[in-house]
């Protein structure tokens, strides 16, 4: 089959779309995840953590997806603080029985933060010094995080060279 022009249109414009949301989505997670080189750390413990795993379903199939719910007390300027939330990055948040919690389809990063974030455990957490109920316990991009900043910008150029260029090749 012979690709025609409106082939490579349709498909240049799709991965220039496709870039830029990849490359805003990186810089928002970069910008947030910078941000908080400015919040102060505060002691804290856990009190609570737990796990568990889901079948959900996706476009043609179910996915394993697993939930933590972590919960952790920090106390900041003199005043104890209730926190819930892992980090900025991949992780989506959502609101299930029990409250809000965070999900990955990876059940290795999974078993890590459980093991990580027991119950009783002594953690850091970061606050934000002008609202100190907004806190995360890490610092750090995921790797899809730093995908979506490096690979977002390559993806778009890609398809903005095949728009300009690709009726070359037809």
């Known amino acids: 089959m012979r690709f025609r022009t409106e082939h490579i249109f349709g498909g240049s ?4 779309i496709s870039g830029a949301l990849a490359s805003l989505y ?6 947030s995840t910078f941000e908080l080189r400015f919040w102060q750390e ?20 179910y996915d394993q997806r697993y939930f933590m719910q972590i919960r952790y007390e920090y106390d900041a300027l003199g005043t104890v603080y209730e926190g819930w939330r892992i980090n ?21 990063e999974y078993a890590l933060v459980l093991a990580h974030y027991r119950r009783g455990a002594k953690i850091w957490a970061l606050f ?11 610092d750090e991009m995921l790797f899809w995080d730093w995908l979506a900043l490096v690979g977002g910008p390559l993806l778009f150029a890609a398809g903005l060279l095949v728009f300009r ?4 090749f037809v």
């Open 88 to 108: 900025h990055g991949f992780r989506t948040w959502e609101d299930r029985p029990g409250g809000i919690c965070q999900s990955t389809s990876d059940g290795d």
């Open 42 to 61: 505060a002691p804290g413990v856990v009190t609570s953590a737990r796990g568990w795993s889901e079948q959900v379903p996706s476009l043609e199939r």
């Open 13 to 16: 414009v799709v991965a220039m």
């Open 128 to 138: 934000d010094p002008d609202d100190p109920r907004d806190a995360v316990l890490e």
């Open 165 to 168: 260029y690709g009726d070359r």
């Open 26 to 31: 990186g810089l928002w997670v970069f910008g």
